[in-house]
């Protein structure tokens, strides 16, 4: 069965990309641009042609809902009530350690932080509540005690940041609002600050309990305003023993979510396969 894909970036390569390279051998798929039996369109690529007669499944780490009009299939950050649209959260094929979370150690973290809060960030692009609350949150926190910024936004460190991950380690908290408040967007901005053990300060998926036990970080969206999420961080950062029973907490579901074992991602490949035999025995009845 031949594979082939359209619209990804310039350097991607099925071989090496994480949510591909092993479903190639797992179904024996030929990578292939001649005659394909399925085509996996990226978030780069136009919209393909409906007298097209291969398989197409749309592919996506951003927050762009499918258009199951056009495409067969779906992987995205969407709680779609389709069938053929699965979610497929971008840290799942991102981060490797993602599911090392479940067992993180429990310890004194309080003791290990020696700075306060982290903002890091290269665009100004954020709206929540009607303002631009990842720039004025930054500032009402920087009245209490400095918030180091190390990315493009608000730089007050003289260099940008080069390794994310050791970076934020070194910090109690982190500023982690996404781009977007959409219902099942959660991307890296929550999961770094987790791998790197600092506290997140998250905005972001209202759905966010779908995914991660939001007892384990200050979820933001569940405060009335700016000053009352503030009040709750300086009670934190004066509180050891409150600082590491939130650090502490599972991270992670119990279950995790039936989207995030290898069995579910092999199924939704079944799927596909199926439709594209469908599909071939269409054409050879019609001949």
């Not at 979510?257 to 991602?265: I, L």
Request: charged share 25%.
């Amino acid at each position: 069965m031949k594979l082939s894909f359209r619209g990804f970036w310039p350097e991607f390569n099925p071989r090496t990309h994480s949510a591909f390279n092993w479903i190639i051998d797992e179904f024996g798929f030929v990578l292939s641009d001649e005659d394909p039996d399925i085509v996996v369109f990226g978030s780069w690529s136009p919209l393909p042609k409906y007298n097209e007669d291969f398989v197409k499944v749309y592919f996506t780490g951003e927050r762009i809902v499918p258009d199951l009009s056009v495409y067969d299939f779906s992987f995205s950050f969407e709680n779609l009530e389709n069938h053929r649209n699965f979610r497929f959260p971008l840290y799942l094929w991102h981060h490797d350690n993602y599911f090392g979370l479940k067992y993180r150690e429990k310890k004194n973290w309080a003791k290990e932080k020696k700075k306060f809060c982290n903002f890091l960030y290269g665009n100004n692009n954020f709206s929540y509540k009607g303002v631009n609350s990842r720039i004025q949150f930054f500032s009402e926190l920087q009245k209490y005690k400095r918030v180091d910024s190390g990315g493009g936004t608000l730089n007050n460190m003289g260099f940008r940041v080069g390794d994310k991950l050791e970076f934020l380690k070194e910090y109690k908290f982190t500023i982690a609002f996404e781009n977007d408040i959409q219902p099942g967007y959660t991307t890296e901005k929550l999961i770094d600050p987790f791998l790197s053990g600092s506290l997140p300060i998250y905005a972001g998926n209202p759905l966010v309990e779908l995914d991660f036990n939001v007892k384990s970080f200050i979820f933001v969206n569940e405060f009335s305003g700016i000053d009352s999420v503030i009040r709750r961080i300086i009670e934190i950062d004066n509180n050891d023993d409150l600082y590491n029973d939130i650090m502490n907490r599972d991270i992670l579901l119990d279950p995790l979510p039936e989207w995030s074992s290898k069995e579910w991602y092999i199924s939704c490949w079944e799927q596909i396969i199926q439709k594209t035999n469908e599909n071939r025995t269409k054409s050879n009845s019609y001949q």
